[in-house]
């Protein structure tokens, strides 16, 4: 999990939750996210791919296996996100 995003790029400071971010374009404007310095969550709903798609973001960057169709994982991706303070 990550603790703290690169200090500079006009994203600094911010978090960007991306759904469907584990591959195509959800996972190119995960990088972009990074790359201008945000902190980003990704989301899928293929526990392989979000295990995947966490290793190659990096530190800055977190992922979670939910499906944002099901009230239960948009629960669990809240505490992630905001209670938790993964991000």
Same mark, same amino acid.
Do not use: I, M, N, W
């Given at each position: 999990?990550?603790?703290?995003?690169?200090?500079?790029?006009?994203?600094?400071?911010?978090?960007?939750?991306?759904?469907?971010?584990?591959?195509?374009?959800?996972?190119?404007?995960?990088?972009?996210?990074?790359?201008?310095?945000?902190?980003?969550?990704?989301?899928?709903?293929?526990a392989g791919r979000?295990?995947?798609?966490?290793?190659? *973001?990096?530190p800055h960057a977190?992922?979670?296996?939910?499906?944002?169709?099901?009230?239960?994982? *948009?629960?669990?991706?809240?505490?992630?996100?905001? *209670?938790?303070?993964? *991000?």
């Amino acid at each position: 999990s990550p603790t703290s995003a690169p200090a500079t790029g006009r994203l600094a400071g911010k978090t960007a939750v991306v759904t469907g971010g584990t591959t195509g374009l959800g996972f190119a404007a995960a990088r972009r996210f990074l790359a201008e310095g945000a902190r980003v969550l990704v989301t899928g709903q293929d526990a392989g791919r979000v295990a995947d798609a966490a290793a190659a *973001l990096g530190p800055h960057a977190a992922a979670v296996r939910a499906d944002v169709r099901a009230v239960a994982d *948009l629960g669990a991706l809240y505490g992630v996100c905001f *209670l938790s303070h993964q *991000l």
